[in-house]
């Protein structure tokens, strides 16, 4: 059991760019939650989802960001036009039966960087 | 409205020498309490949780927390630190909500163990 995979670990992206995040939860995990690290920042709750369908994307900001889990496959991020404020620590969590009660398992991140 | 705070921004402790690292919240429901350590360009480490029960709650590589529901907190403990404790630790906490349970980080602590 890998655990939670992210990929990239780091990512350049010039401005205008798209940018997209994969994670792979942990084996048996059916729930992911997407959280950002800005510099010198803790996590800031982005969006949780479950296969094929989003629950909760109130920390998404309302232009250029999306995500995904699909029946098949890792869920994504995916950041279109990307602007230097974009650029942070993006954390994948999973857990195995619905949100929080027992903690989360998180991914090494991706660290997207903008220029 | 949950919020959760962190005291100290920066805590420098000698090696061996006990640290205590704050954190507050509120909620007016129960809540999940959770402390997780982020080791550099990593992801996080759940340390330890508390879920109900006894207060006093013990987690990984010596470290403890004690939850105190008059005072709205969930401070970490240990008592004699090493090198190795360098690190940032996050206090999170989790309520029920009318869309399940959502999770809230405090904006870290960063422990810096000198020799």
């Known amino acids: 059991n890998a655990g939670v995979m992210q990929n990239p670990r780091h990512l350049v992206r010039r401005r205008g760019q798209e940018a997209r995040l994969r994670c792979s939860p942990m084996?048996?995990?059916?729930?992911v939650y997407w959280y950002r690290q800005l510099p010198e920042e803790g996590l800031k709750f982005m969006v949780y989802l479950q296969k094929e369908n989003i629950i909760d994307e109130s920390g998404m900001p309302k232009e250029r960001f999306s995500a995904e889990f699909p029946k098949e496959g890792p869920s994504i991020l995916r950041i279109q036009q990307v602007v230097r404020g974009d650029s942070a620590a993006y954390f994948c969590?999973?857990?195995?039966?619905?949100?929080?009660?027992?903690?989360?398992?998180f991914g090494s991140g991706t660290r997207l960087t903008v220029v | 409205a949950q919020s959760v705070t962190q005291l100290d921004s920066q805590v420098p402790v000698f090696e061996e020498a006990p640290v205590e690292l704050r954190c507050n919240y509120s909620s007016s429901v129960s809540v999940y309490l959770f402390w997780y350590v982020q080791y550099p360009n990593q992801g996080l480490q759940l340390l330890l949780k508390?879920?109900?029960?006894?207060?006093l709650v013990k987690g990984i590589n010596g470290f403890e927390a004690e939850f105190n529901k008059s005072q709205t907190s969930f401070h970490l403990r240990k008592p004699s630190v090493h090198i190795s404790d360098t690190a940032e630790y996050f206090c999170a906490v989790s309520e029920r909500g009318t869309g399940g349970f959502k999770t809230i980080f405090g904006a870290g602590t960063r422990l810096f163990v000198k020799a």
């Open positions: 969590a999973s857990s195995p039966q619905g949100p929080d009660s027992y903690g989360y398992t």
């Open positions: 508390y879920l109900s029960g006894s207060t």
């Open positions: 084996k048996g995990h059916s729930h």
